[in-house]
């Protein structure tokens, strides 16, 4: 167990495409001092603006997760932060040449394999938990079969449920799991993104999708279903996916949860209104350092890999990343 914040211990750069703008984009991500939380720079702009990627910097949830301002902003980045709670990463600073993280195959196991390759440094400082003692419930005011709430669990647990009424390939889809570093590595973080070919146009016309391909993402045709000539990488790909999201939106909390995140019908907008909320209701004592005493009782939920061959790499999920 890491009662420790942790950070890379050296940086990392890798390319990639954008999948909205089509641009090639470099990312040099670098460890950073405890308490530093995420921040993001973009070295393309002047001054080199840093903006800091926490849920009251996230301004935009359209297709993905965005942060800063109209005027100077980061998207996509929820993959990434996915990534960072797989690995057990509480503090970094990514050094980005464009307003959206490259897609790369549109999952977060290359990231995985990316921190894996300069490893892990434990810091001096203690980590904070967030202990759900309430019920605490977000619901879209348009649509209130859109919903998420998140109750006390003496477990770390998420449960996520899709309705794809438009497209039987997907359909409806649900998925409840232990919501732990291990889980994440092993079962969630090689889902890939999707996108329905009837809405392709649409995104053109918007000037979106200009990077995507099969290569990054799932497409799926309401009368053809999965496109992609190898298909699926597992059987509930998709709300392997949306849970992935999940995880990476909430990670921006900056600590780790324990209780039960349930959500059905949901999206980045709904995870950041839960984020939000989380932070509004939860009691000053419920955001605590555990101690060594509590050691069993935070064990799943700070309990991280030093690496990925503390994982199991026949699993599905690395075995394609």
């Keep these: 167990m890491s009662n420790f914040q942790r950070t890379l211990k050296r940086s990392v750069s890798f390319s990639g495409v954008g999948v909205h703008s089509g641009s090639v984009i470099s990312v040099e991500i670098r460890p950073a001092s405890a308490n530093t939380g995420f921040i993001f720079q973009r070295t393309d702009l002047p001054n080199k603006p840093y903006i800091k990627a926490d849920i009251d910097s996230v301004f935009d949830t359209t297709l993905a997760t965005r942060i800063g301002s109209p005027a100077v902003s980061v998207s996509t980045i929820e993959h990434l932060m996915a990534a960072f709670f797989g690995f057990g990463i509480d503090n970094a600073i990514v050094a980005i040449n464009n307003s959206e993280m490259p897609i790369l195959d549109g999952s977060s196991a290359p990231f995985l394999t990316l921190f894996d ?66 889980s994440f590595c092993e079962e969630f973080s090689f889902a890939r993104t999707f996108c329905l070919k009837e809405d392709i146009e649409l995104m053109y016309s918007k000037g979106l999708a200009k990077g995507g391909s099969m290569e990054n993402a799932i497409l799926v045709s309401k009368t053809e279903g999965v496109m992609n000539r190898q298909g699926l990488r597992h059987e509930q790909e998709f709300v392997k996916h949306k849970t992935l999201d999940c995880i990476g939106d909430l990670h921006m909390l900056g600590m780790p949860i324990l209780g039960h995140i349930i959500a059905h019908k949901a999206g980045h907008d709904l995870h950041n209104k839960l984020a939000r909320a989380i932070l509004a209701e939860v009691s000053c004592r419920s955001i605590i350092v555990p101690s060594a005493k509590e050691e069993a009782r935070f064990k799943a939920i700070l309990s991280f890999p030093k690496s990925l061959s503390e994982i199991d790499r026949n699993l599905i999920g690395l075995a394609v990343g």
């Design 117 to 182: 390759e300069v490893g892990v440094e434990v810091l001096k400082e203690p980590r904070k938990v967030v202990v759900i003692d309430k019920v605490i419930e977000v619901v879209d005011e348009k649509n209130p079969t859109r919903f998420m709430r998140i109750e006390p669990s003496k477990k770390p647990l998420i449960t996520y449920v899709i309705d794809f009424e438009r497209a039987a390939a997907i359909g409806r889809q649900n998925i409840s799991m232990h919501y732990t570093a291990k």
